[in-house]
Structures are given as C-alpha cells and as structure tokens.
Nanobody
Framework: QVQLVESGGGLVQPGGSLRLSCAAS????????MNWYRQAPGKERELVAG??????NYADSVKGRFTISRDNAKNTVYLEMNSLKPEDTAVYFC?????????????WGQGTQVTVSS
C-alpha cells in the first residue's frame, strides 16, 4: 500500500520559515523522483521543487528561498522554506514520479496547508 504523508505545514509570518516533510512507504523510494507541488485557491497545481539521483530543480519563484532534500535511508523528502511570502500560501503536495515504459507512475500525498500571513 503506497502512502505519502506530509507534515510540517502551518501558519507563519512573512519572512518566516517552515520545513515540510513527506514520509513515503509502499514503493522503492530511490527509483522515484520526489517532488513538491503546490496549489493556491483558484490556481493550477504547480511544481515547486524536485529531486532525483542527486539533481534538484526549482520553480523560478522559489529559487534561493526553498531547498529540497531527501533521505533515502528514511524514505523521506523535505522542503525547507525560508523568506516566506504571502504568495507562497497554498496547499503543498508531495509527489513520487517514475517513468514506466512509455508512461508515468505517480503517487500523491494528501497535502498540507501553508499559510503566510501577518
């Protein structure tokens, strides 16, 4: 049974920091790219950051402020978020993705709310 369980969201003031965690189980973690997406009200879900085989990528809007990391021994991926802005407010989702043949296999967490407000 595949599970992705996010934690660490909450309310933070502008300029503050949060660290999200995503604990994975039920699949071979190291074979999967691990990503963080977010979705704000009325907006499409967007890729925030990804990590796979030592490489990372970030949305332009979070470069220099967010850091993705993964602990393959603990099957956990993290998102360190610094210098948070009100526009970072969204539900953040953990995603595991892998190419299987010509298709993709994706797993999703339930999401964790991040609210940046004074």
């Amino acid at each position: 049974q595949v599970q992705l369980v996010e934690s660490g969201g909450g309310l933070v003031q502008p300029g503050g920091s949060l660290r999200l965690s995503c604990a994975a189980s039920g699949f071979t973690f190291i074979f999967y790219a691990m990503n963080w997406y977010r979705q704000a009200p009325g907006k499409e879900r967007e890729l925030v950051a990804g990590s796979f085989r030592g490489s990372t990528n970030y949305a332009d809007s979070v470069k220099g402020r967010f850091t993705i990391s993964r602990d393959n021994a603990k099957n956990t991926v993290y998102l360190e978020m610094n210098s948070l802005k009100p526009e970072d407010t969204a539900v953040y989702f953990c995603n595991a993705a892998r190419k299987i043949g010509l298709g993709n296999r994706d797993y999703w967490g339930q999401g964790t709310q991040v609210t940046v407000s004074s």
